[in-house]
């Protein structure tokens, strides 16, 4: 998997405006790709998923792209409102159906008025 | 997807002594996963846990420091054993794909 730092890195929008959240993952076997939002003092929730047939996956604010030429996935949130603000990962793992995931670094989004 | 009661939800404990967590599933799942998450860091799987056979650990972790109990469909343990300040993390149960890749709670352990 990959390594991890100490640190999340942080991006901070304004209330309002739309977030980019970037991800690059490490197995180039991987099949199915999640997205979580982690609020403090709780467990991963489930935002979106793609499998890898697909480049683009939208959902109610939220948009999931992925290239795999580069191993890279992108994660991004219309109108960001303060409710948004928590810690994102993403989550990789091949084929759906009983493996373990690995997840990305994680990226802390904070919302500001 | 299926909903996940993990407890405790958070302890601190005094160093050398032994906190089992557990996870309670409102539905029969074959595998449940097991997850690590460091302050401030992301998520390290521990270890698989299959209903009837033993738990396979990940790298870095081993069955007498982290012992599981999956002793039927909808149940399992993790247990953290002696446990040090290094321990101090979150720990947290999940389900595979069948079942929505849903996370328990979390169980946020702090020894002291």
């Known amino acids: 998997g990959e390594s991890v730092g100490l640190h999340l890195p942080t991006l901070s929008v304004q209330e309002g405006d739309n977030s980019i959240i970037n991800c690059a993952y490490s197995?180039?076997?991987?099949?199915?790709f999640i997205w979580y939002k982690q609020e403090s003092g709780k467990g991963p929730q489930f935002i979106i998923d793609?499998?890898?047939?697909?480049d683009k996956r939208q959902g109610q604010r939220v948009t999931v792209l992925l290239n795999k030429t580069v191993k890279h996935l992108s994660l991004q949130i219309a109108a960001t409102q303060p409710g948004d603000s928590a810690v994102y990962f993403c989550?990789?793992?091949?084929?759906?159906?009983?493996?373990?995931?690995?997840f990305g670094k994680g990226t802390s989004l904070l919302v500001t008025p | 997807s299926a909903v996940i009661s993990q407890k405790p939800s958070r302890d601190i404990c005094q160093r050398g002594t032994s906190l089992t967590i557990q996870c309670q599933v409102d539905?029969?799942?074959?595998?449940m996963f097991w997850y690590r998450q460091q302050p401030g860091q992301s998520l390290t799987l521990i270890a698989t846990?299959?209903?009837?056979?033993?738990?396979?650990?990940e790298s870095g972790f081993v069955i007498d420091k982290f012992p599981i109990s999956r002793p039927n469909l909808t149940f399992s343990t993790l247990t953290v054993s002696n446990m040090s300040p290094e321990d101090s993390s979150i720990y947290l149960c999940?389900?595979?794909?069948?079942?929505?890749?849903?996370f328990g709670s979390g169980t946020r352990l702090t020894v002291v």
């Open positions: 793609i499998r890898s047939n697909m």
């Open positions: 999940s389900l595979g794909g069948d079942y929505g890749y849903t």
């Open positions: 989550a990789e793992t091949f084929s759906n159906s009983g493996y373990a995931l690995n």
């Open positions: 539905s029969q799942v074959t595998m």
């Open positions: 197995n180039s076997a991987s099949d199915y």
């Open positions: 846990a299959n209903q009837g056979s033993e738990a396979t650990y």
